[in-house]
């Protein structure tokens, strides 16, 4: 949110452990949880204010306790915006609008429930590999691939960042050509899919038949 | 339909998850079935109404309190160390 400078105040709030593991144990105490917000503000760099909720997650269960919510508050003191998993590209467009009409009221219908997970499949991978190994396979069990995914787009970066870590909402006509570019693989897997022989009922595989002989 | 005011809420708060199943111990597929249920139903505060005062402990000392910062406006996010 570089681009509004002054015009705007990011504020985060520490959480429970959303993946624990060995080193990253539940809490059992404020201090434990304070230790590790100044860990994340040092060594993820973090140039925003980084507050630290309590043991229980009072003010977290207020705002509803969801894993990666970030709210728009406008200069009444008012929700002008609910984003329920965090994406920067929604964010700017409400942040926008909100500027807009002098930093008050609602915009863009108050609240987006898509599940953006592009952001999280590309820069997750940090946060999760601290709860290492139990983090990954209870990710795993509860959802397969769920951990792999993280993996896989953290190793990706440099080819995925520029989608899934930007800042702004892209043109419309990269969406469109990303949309083409979606359909003609699909299109281009169906056509190579259903260009394959199909195997006659009973016919022996030539790998079978070149070990046989 | 009236929406509950801050106070409301807070008072309310007993109601919620205790500090032990707060901080669970394990990530298991209840919590994501929870994630989908809270999304669906945009659990939270609603737009339009007002944010709930609070008052933090922040990185490098001191406390910051919402009330004292609402302009400009404030980008609220909620993250995890892990």
Same mark, same amino acid.
């Given at each position: 949110?570089?681009?509004?400078?002054?015009?705007?105040?990011?504020?985060?709030?520490?959480?429970?452990?959303?993946?624990?593991?060995?080193?990253?144990?539940? =809490?059992?105490?404020?201090?434990?949880?304070?230790?590790?917000?100044?860990?994340?503000?040092?060594?993820?760099?973090?140039?925003?204010?980084?507050?630290?909720?309590?043991?229980?997650?009072?003010?977290?269960?207020?705002?509803?306790?969801?894993?990666?919510?970030?709210?728009?508050?406008?200069?009444?003191?008012?929700?002008?915006?609910?984003?329920?998993?965090?994406?920067?590209?929604?964010?700017?467009?409400?942040?926008?609008?909100?500027?807009?009409?002098?930093?008050?009221?609602?915009?863009?219908? *108050?609240?987006?429930?898509?599940?953006?997970?592009?952001?999280?499949?590309?820069?997750?991978?940090?946060?999760?590999?601290? *709860?290492?190994?139990?983090?990954?396979?209870?990710?795993?069990?509860?959802?397969?691939?769920?951990?792999?995914?993280?993996?896989?787009?953290?190793?990706?970066?440099?080819?995925?960042?520029?989608?899934?870590?930007?800042?702004? $909402?892209?043109?419309?006509?990269? #969406?469109?050509?990303?949309?083409?570019?979606?359909?003609?693989?699909?299109?281009?897997?169906?056509? @190579?899919?259903?260009? @394959?022989?199909?195997?006659?009922?009973?016919?022996?595989?030539?790998?079978?038949?070149?070990?046989?002989? | 339909?009236?929406?509950?005011?801050?106070?409301?809420?807070?008072?309310?708060?007993? #109601?919620?998850?205790?500090?032990?199943?707060?901080? =669970? *111990?394990?990530?298991? $597929?209840?919590?994501?079935?929870?994630?989908?249920?809270?999304?669906?139903?945009?659990?939270?505060?609603?737009?339009?109404? @007002?944010?709930?005062?609070?008052?933090?402990?922040?990185?490098?000392?001191?406390?910051? @309190?919402?009330?004292?910062?609402?302009?400009?406006?404030?980008?609220?996010?909620?993250?995890?160390?892990?």
């Amino acid at each position: 949110m570089a681009h509004f400078g002054d015009r705007v105040r990011l504020v985060e709030v520490i959480v429970r452990q959303g993946h624990p593991g060995p080193d990253v144990p539940p =809490y059992e105490s404020f201090e434990q949880k304070l230790r590790d917000a100044y860990r994340y503000k040092e060594l993820e760099s973090i140039p925003w204010t980084v507050l630290v909720d309590d043991l229980q997650g009072t003010v977290h269960q207020t705002y509803g306790s969801l894993a990666d919510p970030t709210y728009l508050i406008d200069n009444d003191g008012r929700v002008a915006y609910y984003n329920i998993w965090t994406h920067a590209p929604t964010l700017y467009r409400a942040l926008s609008a909100l500027l807009a009409q002098d930093g008050r009221g609602v915009v863009l219908g *108050g609240v987006d429930r898509r599940p953006h997970l592009g952001a999280t499949l590309t820069n997750g991978w940090p946060a999760l590999r601290r *709860g290492l190994p139990q983090s990954a396979v209870d990710l795993e069990t509860s959802v397969p691939a769920s951990a792999l995914a993280p993996w896989l787009g953290y190793h990706l970066r440099p080819l995925l960042a520029p989608l899934t870590l930007r800042e702004r $909402p892209l043109p419309p006509a990269a #969406k469109v050509a990303l949309g083409a570019a979606a359909v003609g693989i699909v299109l281009l897997g169906l056509r @190579r899919a259903l260009a @394959r022989p199909a195997r006659p009922a009973g016919a022996t595989a030539p790998l079978q038949l070149a070990g046989a002989g | 339909m009236q929406l509950p005011d801050a106070t409301q809420r807070f008072t309310e708060l007993d #109601k919620t998850e205790t500090a032990e199943r707060y901080n =669970y *111990g394990h990530f298991r $597929p209840r919590l994501v079935a929870g994630e989908v249920v809270k999304t669906v139903g945009a659990t939270g505060i609603a737009p339009g109404e @007002r944010a709930p005062d609070f008052e933090l402990p922040m990185v490098g000392g001191g406390t910051w @309190r919402l009330a004292h910062h609402l302009t400009p406006p404030i980008l609220l996010r909620f993250g995890s160390f892990s």
